[in-house]
């Protein structure tokens, strides 16, 4: 099956600073990429998610990229603010197949004011 | 998210009890999903639901058992509780088109 490894596990910025966690993946089917927020005491969030046609992506302050070569995919925050602090998820899928996600292990961000 | 709620939010039992985690949803998804999550662990699939009469094992089913009773209604079960059963549990649906999947707010478990 599919492994999804996520780097780094903490991560602590200044506010302003710029936030990047990587993933890679294994399976080379795999071609729906999400990341996800989890913020205390709530579930996980869909905050962007990009396909295997595209190499990136961006919401407002939001980017993700994907290299499908090397079978890494990256979600980038820029203009870092308090309420990004979260833990963050990123997952793979191979959506044609019934949407079984495989998720990594989370990064715990936190943005220091 | 509102649509899909789970109860109850926080549990403890003891060991060998047996334990219902229910969950429902509102979004008029077909597939449901149950989800344990353990500290550095991510979140690992236990068991998924594509429509009523379509149950499939995920990554970690032993220990665990599913029912899917409606549309909206997808239950969890732990026929026999153990300590390493202890962990934060997660509903989620899923649109197909979108491959996005929703999540409840979680159902704390702890076994004793």
């Known amino acids: 099956g599919e492994n999804v490894e996520q780097h780094p596990s903490t991560l602590s910025v200044q506010e302003g600073d710029s936030a990047v966690i990587k993933c890679t993946y294994s399976?080379?089917?795999?071609?729906?990429f999400p990341w996800y927020k989890q913020e205390l005491g709530k579930g996980p969030q869909l905050i962007i998610d990009?396909?295997?046609?595209?190499g990136e992506k961006k919401d407002q302050r939001i980017a993700v990229t994907l290299n499908k070569t090397a079978k890494h995919f990256s979600l980038h925050i820029t203009e870092t603010q308090p309420e990004d602090s979260a833990v963050y998820f990123c997952?793979?899928?191979?959506?044609?197949?019934?949407?079984?996600?495989?998720f990594g292990t989370g990064t715990s961000l936190t943005v220091i004011p | 998210d509102a649509d899909v709620t789970q109860t109850p939010r926080n549990r403890i039992t003891k060991t060998g009890k047996r334990i219902m985690l229910e969950c429902s949803q509102t979004?008029?998804?077909?597939?449901m999903y149950w989800y344990r999550q353990d500290p550095g662990l991510g979140l690992q699939l236990i068991y998924y639901?594509?429509?009523?009469?379509?149950?499939n094992k995920g990554e970690i089913s032993d220990g665990y058992s599913v029912s899917r009773q409606a549309q909206a209604k997808f239950s969890l079960s732990l026929e026999s509780a153990i300590p390493n059963q202890t962990a934060l549990y997660f509903c989620?649906?899923?649109?197909?088109?979108?491959?996005?999947?929703?999540f409840g707010p979680g159902t704390r478990l702890t076994v004793l």
């Open positions: 989620a649906t899923s649109d197909p088109d979108r491959h996005t999947q929703y």
């Open positions: 399976d080379s089917a795999s071609n729906y």
């Open positions: 990009i396909r295997s046609n595209v």
């Open positions: 997952a793979a899928s191979k959506g044609n197949t019934g949407n079984q996600f495989y």
């Open positions: 979004k008029g998804h077909d597939r």
């Open positions: 639901s594509f429509d009523v009469k379509d149950i």
